[in-house]
């Protein structure tokens, strides 16, 4: 059992890349982390320890050994996103194990980026799988411990502000992902509808790109233009020092939310000493507030017009 001062944070998506950076800090800021993905391995069995970040070799496994090795609290729990039964069992294990659920962070996620044309049903299907319907999933079986827990918590997930050039050369992966942040942004109004003002759900997504396996190929010249992960940990551990109603419902992406909190130097998270990475998000967002946004009209409820014909 986690000890009673100790936030308990369920990291989805952490066996390597940002989702291992995340639960590493995580566990060195005090919370017991619940490291959760599909990959697990013999951590004791791998040589050299720790192994690259970025490499199959990095599983839950070898996060849990990294976190308890360094003096932090964790727990290896496997996890298929695709999968509701294996979803609800990740959490069922971490309340069994931590006793709460305090903080929620949603990183697990497949990539596709092309044409229409060239995106398969079965490669669609499973973004959309491991995508939206693996976070919605996860809500859905952390919810009624969020509300053991008064309503406490955060949920942050790796999602994009809404913006039309995000949709270009990758509909699919953008149907997704998009989905996701529309998922952040309407959980965010029932808590403010509800009047759950301990909660709150926010979306983070890196505004230059971030060391990955995905990168791991790049070229010298390309690694200029790569940040280290650890961006966006620190961006993610001070949304969680932020008041719920500055953070509720927003799209963020990781640096300008870290600017907002008054850091200056990002030379600090540059792969290449003295570089510069190249910026790929727009620099403002469209306002997605209409004039009529808490005009709700006649509201209606499914579940009581359910109840109503039975």
Do not use: C
């Given at each position: 059992m986690a000890t009673p001062e100790k936030q308990v944070a369920l990291v989805v998506g952490a066996s390597r890349g940002i989702g291992r950076q995340v639960?590493?800090?995580?566990?060195?800021?005090?919370?017991?982390?619940?490291?959760?993905?599909?990959?697990?391995?013999?951590?004791?069995?791998?040589?050299?320890?720790?192994?690259?970040?970025?490499?199959?070799?990095?599983?839950?496994?070898?996060?849990?050994?990294?976190?308890?090795?360094?003096?932090?609290?964790?727990?290896?729990?496997?996890?298929?996103?695709?999968?509701?039964?294996s979803v609800q069992r990740m959490v069922d294990q971490t309340i069994a194990i931590y006793g709460r659920l305090d903080v929620l962070i949603y990183n697990s996620g497949a990539i596709w980026w092309a044409s229409?044309?060239?995106?398969?049903?079965?490669?669609?299907?499973?973004?959309?799988?491991?995508?939206?319907?693996?976070?919605?999933?996860?809500?859905?079986?952390?919810l009624p411990h969020f509300k053991a827990n008064g309503w406490r918590g955060r949920v942050i997930v790796v999602s994009p502000p809404i913006y039309s050039r995000f949709f270009?050369?990758?509909?699919?992966?953008?149907?997704?992902?998009?989905?996701?942040?529309?998922?952040?942004?309407?959980?965010?109004?029932?808590?403010?509808?509800?009047?759950?003002?301990?909660?709150?759900?926010?979306?983070?997504?890196?505004?230059?790109?971030?060391?990955?396996?995905?990168?791991?190929?790049?070229?010298?010249?390309?690694?200029?233009?790569?940040r280290k992960p650890t961006i966006y940990s620190d961006a993610i551990l001070a949304m969680l020092r932020a008041p719920t109603s500055e953070v509720n419902g927003c799209l963020e992406l990781d640096e300008d939310f870290l600017r907002k909190t008054g850091v200056t130097d990002f030379d600090q998270y540059s792969v290449i000493p003295g570089s510069r990475p190249r910026r790929i998000m727009p620099q403002e967002f469209p306002d997605l507030r209409v004039k009529e946004q808490d005009d709700e009209g006649k509201r209606m409820d499914s579940t009581k017009l359910r109840t109503s014909k039975m």
């Open positions: 639960a590493i800090d995580l566990a060195k800021h005090g919370h017991a982390v619940v490291v959760a993905a599909k990959s697990t391995s013999d951590a004791s069995k791998v040589h050299p320890f720790p192994p690259d970040p970025n490499s199959q070799q990095s599983t839950i496994s070898t996060v849990e050994r990294e976190i308890r090795e360094a003096g932090g609290e964790a727990t290896a729990v496997a996890v298929d996103t695709r999968d509701y039964a229409v044309e060239k995106t398969p049903m079965k490669r669609f299907q499973l973004m959309q799988r491991v995508n939206v319907e693996g976070l919605y999933g996860t809500i859905q079986a952390a270009r050369g990758k509909t699919a992966y953008a149907m997704g992902k998009v989905g996701m942040s529309i998922l952040t942004k309407g959980l965010a109004m029932d808590w403010e509808r509800e009047g759950k003002k301990d909660m709150a759900i926010t979306g983070i997504w890196p505004a230059t790109a971030i060391q990955s396996a995905a990168t791991e190929n790049l070229d010298s010249e390309s690694a200029n233009d790569l």
